[in-house]
């Protein structure tokens, strides 16, 4: 650093926390407070005494000056510490060296930028030993260097975080208006888990989700909504078995009005699965994430994520970390996940997925499709009738159909119905066996029942 970058900087720290033993700077110290912390100064004794009084202002007991800072370090026996042998005499220095006490939030921004380059400075150095000793793998050592890194560019997101507040004041504020990716269904920063036993129809589900949301298609009703950049990693199937449904729904939506268009859906096909307890390829997967920006992510099935064949809490906790670590990544995309079912035992699935209860508690959703049974629903088989169940209690409102039945465009039609009265005879309007074509087959919000 030159000598006149220097000298800019110790003048700023002078500023800044001579602003705070201005009594008149009382409108700007909460957010003065709110952007630095005694460890973003150069000089250490600036940083406690930025501490010192960023306490005194929220205390809010009296004024915070010259004369009542120096009290309170007399009676701490830290005046000629921090002071020096000038004592109160460079608190009164510090007070004189504020041009004007509007410009602090500029005096603040100096400090706070140059405490972000020491901190990456840190993490270079950090990483220089790392090359150096060869510590751990390669992959290891950069996935640490950019964890360090972003955890410096996002340090002034977490300081902006609001305390406590009072419960009047909470209730006070308008609630907040979800920024929808799927409106009426899925949100930002959402978690959907699918599960369905082998062959259970989830993996089609998944991806008319996808192809529709990218469409610009609501999932399930014959309704418009905001094109969505989506991002699809299939961890389980081959491309040759996946292309023909893709192809297909793709068709479908160009026929309907809505071409996918060129950059909306990425996706990649790895059906030897992922280790994302490694982290190699957990940078492959953020590196794909930062690349597409999506809007919803699509990562499963969820027993391909890992390669150490468990199925307990020691296994989950790790790949359920490197999926947090995507959604952040990706500034709070949605995320769908497929994951398969147990084994039915005397003739009843369990959906939730196999695996750690952690999964139960993970997701903010989770859905199963089961087949409905034949004996309340007449044709159930025919129409291959599902029943979308959840497995565990949503943390939000959303708006999801009841079943679900085989559609003719499109692999899954939604049905709904009022209230818990069972689903009568199905009609040919609300859903056709494939082959019987008809002009515009309906969705859930026009479906017919018996």
């Given amino acids: 650093m030159s ?3 220097a000298a800019e900087l110790l003048e700023a720290e002078d500023a800044v926390a001579g602003t705070l033993l201005h009594p008149e700077a009382r409108d700007l110290a909460p957010d003065l407070i709110s952007t630095l912390s005694g460890e973003d100064f150069g000089s250490r004794r600036h940083g406690e005494l930025w501490d010192l ?37 460079w608190l009164h220095q510090l007070h004189d060296a504020v041009p004007t006490v509007g410009h602090a939030p500029a005096y603040a921004e100096l400090v706070r930028e140059e405490s972000q380059w020491r901190a990456l400075s840190r993490v270079a150095a950090r990483t220089m030993t790392a090359v150096q000793q060869r510590t751990g793998t390669s992959a290891e050592a950069a996935e640490a260097t950019v964890e360090a890194a972003r955890a410096v560019r996002d340090q002034q997101i977490q300081r902006q975080d609001d305390g406590a507040e009072d419960l009047l004041d909470f209730l006070d504020q308008a609630d907040d208006v979800p920024e929808w990716v799927i409106p009426g269904v899925l949100a930002r920063w959402d978690r959907l888990m699918i599960t369905a036993g082998e062959g259970g129809g989830k993996s089609l589900m998944l991806r008319q ?105 020691e296994a989950a906790r790790p790949v359920m970390a490197a999926l947090e670590m995507i959604r952040a990544v990706s500034g709070g995309a949605a995320m769908i996940l497929e994951a398969h079912a147990p084994h039915a035992q005397m003739g009843k699935r369990d959906l939730r997925p196999i695996g750690s209860s952690l999964w139960m508690r993970w997701p903010e959703f989770g859905f199963g499709l089961a087949p409905a049974d034949p004996a309340k629903h007449p044709g159930a088989k025919e129409l291959r009738l599902m029943d979308w169940v959840p497995w565990r209690g949503p943390r939000s409102e959303r708006s999801w159909p009841e079943q679900f039945c085989q559609g003719v465009r499109w692999p899954w039609q939604a049905i709904q119905y009022a209230g818990n009265a069972p689903l009568g005879p199905v009609t040919v309007e609300a859903a056709q066996v494939p082959g019987q074509a008809q002009a515009q087959d309906p969705f859930w919000d026009d479906v017919q029942t018996g």
């Fill in 3 to 5: 000598e006149d970058r």
């Fill in 53 to 89: 009084l960023s306490s005194m202002w929220a205390a809010g007991a009296g004024p915070v000056d010259p004369i009542t800072v120096g009290a309170a370090l007399r009676a701490s026996g830290d005046l000629t510490r921090l002071c020096g042998p000038a004592g109160v005499a």
């Fill in 209 to 313: 989700i996808l192809m529709r949301a990218a469409a610009g298609l609501h999932p399930w009703k014959a309704a418009r909504i905001a094109p969505v950049r989506v991002l699809h990693i299939d961890a389980e199937n081959a491309a040759d078995q996946a292309r023909p449904w893709l192809r297909r729904m793709a068709q479908t939506t160009e026929a309907e009005g809505a071409p996918v268009e060129r950059g909306r859906f990425a996706l990649r096909m790895i059906p030897e699965g992922l280790d994302v307890t490694q982290a190699a390829d957990r940078a492959w997967l953020a590196r794909m994430v930062e690349q597409v920006r999506p809007d919803l992510i699509s990562i499963g099935s969820l027993y391909k994520l890992t390669t150490n064949g468990k199925s307990d809490e």
